[in-house]
């Protein structure tokens, strides 16, 4: 992330939440019902952002479950903490570029909403993370709560067309092109979700 970006985030962080109509209760359910979040899982919610997640994977996980929430904003990160007060489990935070920098612990699933079109790198980031982070069996999970076009458009809207989001199909097929097991979980106008494999 560029430090343009990075001060993009902080300045809008107050208002993000409000902003954002697309990430419904039943989307998020859907996206963790489809990437296998269960009982007791171990989640690294990568971009947290503001936490929209955080609820939704404290309920799914449960108290014998764990999650590490990252993100670089420390603005977004600030509203993040202030929704987790009270979740159980209580969420770890890590403000850090993942691109950047190593992260520890294995997890069972690693989970990039609304994240992937900010990605440097994503190829190399991808494999390190399979490699580094993600429990055997387990899969990171790329997610947006809507298609590929909506969010190209909201992106062209702010001025940063260069995060350009492909369709799920043509990212498997671009992912697999870089052997990363990819696969198509949802692709409709209410959920774009991809998961590549342990």
Known sequence: MTDHELHFFNIVAPEWDSRDTLSKPETIDRLLTLGGVKECDSILDLGTGTGVLLPYLARRVGACGSITAVDLSEGMLTLAKAKAVTLVPHPQFLQTDFEAQRLPGMYDHIIMYCVYPHLEHPVKTLRRLRRENLQPGG????????????INAIHHRVRVD?????????????????????????????????????
């Not at 052997?179 to 342990?198: E, I, M």
């Open 139 to 150: 899969n990171i999970l790329i997610a947006f709560p809507t298609e590929a076009s909506r």
């Open 162 to 198: 260069h995060h350009y989001l492909p369709s799920p199909r043509e990212l498997t097929t671009y992912l697999r092109a870089h052997h990363l097991p990819a696969r198509v979980l949802a692709a409709d106008a209410q959920l774009f979700l991809v998961a590549v494999g342990g």
